[in-house]
């Protein structure tokens, strides 16, 4: 995702269509594939004093989700004795945490490729959408499991330079091309039928259900179920609030979800136009009840107002991130560790970050109105510090 999908297409196909299409026993040498150089985080050792209030912070809020991160990476190499660590320190005792986090890891600052310390903080929360696994009058926007015919190609094997990235493709007759975009899905997509897991009664909420990345549904019978990410359809995410800003619909200091949902209501014949906007598209997965909360990127629950999205090609997932912003729409300090263990579409570059708020309408109202300038720091395990520039 380093890399804009829909700009690169066809800067790798050749390589899909060698892969596809090469029978002999000993296969041709891969053809050149011109790669945009990788993006270099910066970093900065600092000194524990210098994070904000690091000396005097209660850390017993972020344990919970530090151990969620054990539960994904204790088993790496790196993250083994750390995690053995840990099942030593007292849960409820911040000092102890402190020291832990002092004695295993090292904190590094992140910078900007411009050496600038500030970037965008955004949150993002689990909203509630009205539905059903039926379509009716009232329900017809549909919620849509990952499709049959989307190719998911992961090009690493061959190039490890784009380690990380795959391309989203679909046949059509023996050419590989990109898999439909928003409009074209909207438009109603044959393959598509079937694959529909939810109706919905609101397409506004249902596209910013899909900037969440998941979210719950509660039926007409009352019942709630929990939906995931499964997939994307492989075209970038643009925003409809920078369109929105564009168009001269809204002023930049308004476009928050709210304003962009009024807008919406007061405008339902150019909605859609509005949405195909952005050619991103989310498909989605039922999950357990018993899940306590939606799954990040790391494979592990979110916990509540302690775990970060993040851009994982400067910052890996599961490490602790010093953050320090403000309270959304004011200047309160906000100043806390949390976890990168998730990411997002729209979440790409060094010093940017999303906040997960949890569920509910008081997580809507913060996550919708969030556009904070903040500083990270990211703490990593001895052992696995990254290469200063």
Known sequence: ?????KRHFWLVLPAIILLAACQTKIPPKP?????????TPTYMLNKWT???????LDLTPSWSAFQQ???????KTRWLAVCVAADKIDANTSAAQRNFYEAWFTPYQVLNSDGSDHGLITGYYEPLLLGS??????FRYPIYSAPDDMLVVDLSEVYPQLKG???RGRLEGKKVVPYFNRAEIDADVSSLL???LFWVENAVELFFLQIQGSGRIELEDGRRVKIGYAEQNGHPYVSIGKKLIEMGELKPEEASMQAIKNWAETNPERLLILLDQNPSYIFFRELPDTLSAPLGALGVPLTSEYSLAVDPHIIPLGVPVFLSTTMPNSQIPLNRLMYAQDTGGAIRGAVRADFFWGF???AAIHAGSMKQSGKMWVLFPKGMEPTLN
Do not use: N
């Open 50 to 56: 210098d994070i904000p209030d690091w000396t005097s």
């Open 133 to 138: 696994r039926h379509k009716s009058d009232r």
């Open 194 to 196: 079937g694959h529909e």
């Open 31 to 39: 053809p050149r594939i011109e790669i945009p150089p990788a993006v």
């Open 165 to 167: 990235l795959r391309l």
């Open 1 to 5: 995702m380093a890399l804009d999908l």
């Open 69 to 75: 991160t054990c539960r994904a990476l204790r088993y």
């Open 360 to 362: 509910g309408e008081l």
